[in-house]
């Protein structure tokens, strides 16, 4: 896990939230993402993670692994970055 020294504090608390998902699973998959993303991540990206935090992890899971389509309106460009940062590694 990244240290959340220099982060705003929004930034180090969703970098918190990503790392303490509920399951381990989701942990690793918005944990590792968000170490490399969430210092630069644009404003409008930090608003789209916040929302995708609220989603329960079963179901993001699903969409995130390929297990099942992305939902229309969570197809966007963040989804699709960190699908790619994980299915590309």
Do not use: C
């Amino acid at each position: 896990m990244r240290s959340s020294a220099g982060l705003d504090e929004r930034r180090k608390r969703l970098l918190f939230r990503a790392w303490h998902r509920g399951t381990r699973e989701m942990d690793f998959v918005l944990g590792t993402y968000a170490n490399e993303a969430i210092e630069s991540m644009s404003k409008t990206h930090l608003d789209l993670f916040e929302e995708l935090m609220e989603v329960p992890d079963p179901e993001m899971f699903k969409w995130l692994s390929g297990t099942v389509g992305v939902p229309p309106n969570w197809n966007n460009e963040l989804v699709r970055q960190i699908r790619s940062f994980h299915l590309n590694k």
